[in-house]
């Protein structure tokens, strides 16, 4: 058995407005949420350039696995926890090993 080498799992809203707070743990993050406005502010809870950044993502994803192709099941997944901020701006909160 084999297991992609890269997958992203993407889930989830937050409002980036300052002191909103507003998150939406369900929603995807894919295309129908771009500017889709937030039910507390009114602030755009997903970005063109939030968007760009998550076709960013899923594009290295796919390269990586073209590249490098299946892996062991037994590989271990290295985590990289990562937040947009509505600007374009991409930043990676923590890196950790899989359980
Ligand atoms: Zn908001």
Not at 7 to 30: E, M, N, S, V, W
Not at 64 to 69: D, F, I, K, P, Y
Request: glycine share 8%; aromatic share 4%.
């Amino acid at each position: 058995m084999a297991k992609p080498a890269a997958k992203i799992t993407i889930k989830g809203l937050k409002c980036d407005a300052d002191g909103c707070g507003f998150i939406d743990p369900d929603a995807p993050c894919d295309e129908s949420q771009v500017g889709r406005a937030c039910p507390k502010c009114g602030a755009s809870l997903l970005t063109d350039a939030d968007m760009a950044n998550v076709r960013l993502l899923q594009f290295v994803a796919s390269a990586l696995n073209a590249e490098v192709g299946p892996v062991a099941d037994e590989a271990q997944y290295v985590m990289l926890h990562w937040r947009t901020d509505g600007s374009g701006n991409l930043k990676i909160l923590k890196i950790e090993e899989e359980e």
